[in-house]
């Protein structure tokens, strides 16, 4: 096979099967990590010979959607040579919080607006099922199922919207997604009422989703993550001041007293 900078050419035959694995990524059929089949059962339900998809799966390989794995192959996680330091980055600098959840709030708009203009009854299922686990693991009490169940109705949200691009971004962030429901909860949680309003939110996204009410949908998308970074934002401001009295009280530690 002749090289071109260094990297693979592919025949016809082996461009139009890579192709095809393309485009079951980038809709989101395939995801990061998922593991193909095993060569000669993925040749068959490919319908190429094996020689043309291993052809197709070196070009594969060479683009960075394909990583080679103690004898198996997975879906690369897309853009990761950006997507990983970032995630680490905005991850470990509480001060972009502000920033995190600003961006959230467009693209669940966003996303939740498109879904309820393009869902069909596959992704309705699926963001009915979400809703139902958020609901069974509320009765259950504080629990990391329920913040999976929460990461979970928003990612349903955005593959129902049908933006290729929106869906592909939001789940290169999922590690930052799942990272921020799950802190956020724990954060939250210390507020009685706060568990009650977001299941509230998440119903109302989700009814309005279901009964196809885009303006409805984007409004209560919205408020629920407005909801969220007010909430975060008088909880941080209470323990910043609870921690100035203690301060007062011992000298700040560093202060002889009596």
Known sequence: MEQDEGKPVADGAAARTARQIETLILEG?????????????????????????????????????????????????????????????????????????????????MAAGLAARRANDVDRARIGEAMAAIDRAHEAGPEPAEAAADVALHLALYEASHNLVLMQVMRALTGLLRRGVMDNRETMFRRPETREALRAQHRAIHDAVL???????????????????????????AEARLATSLRRLDGGGIARRG
């Open 29 to 109: 059929a395939l995801s990061p990590g998922d593991p193909l089949l095993p060569e000669r059962e993925l040749a068959e339900r490919l319908s190429v010979s094996r020689p043309t998809l291993r052809q197709a799966l070196k070009l594969l390989e060479s683009r960075g959607l394909i990583l080679a794995d103690q004898g198996r192959r997975l879906v690369a996680p897309l853009g990761r040579g950006l997507t990983d330091p970032l995630i680490a980055l905005i991850a470990d600098h509480g001060e972009v919080v502000d920033d995190y959840l600003e961006f959230r709030a467009t693209a669940e708009r």
């Open 211 to 237: 009964a196809g009410d885009a303006a409805a949908a984007e409004t209560a998308a919205e408020a629920h993550i407005r909801y969220v970074h007010q909430a975060l934002g008088e909880i941080a401001a």
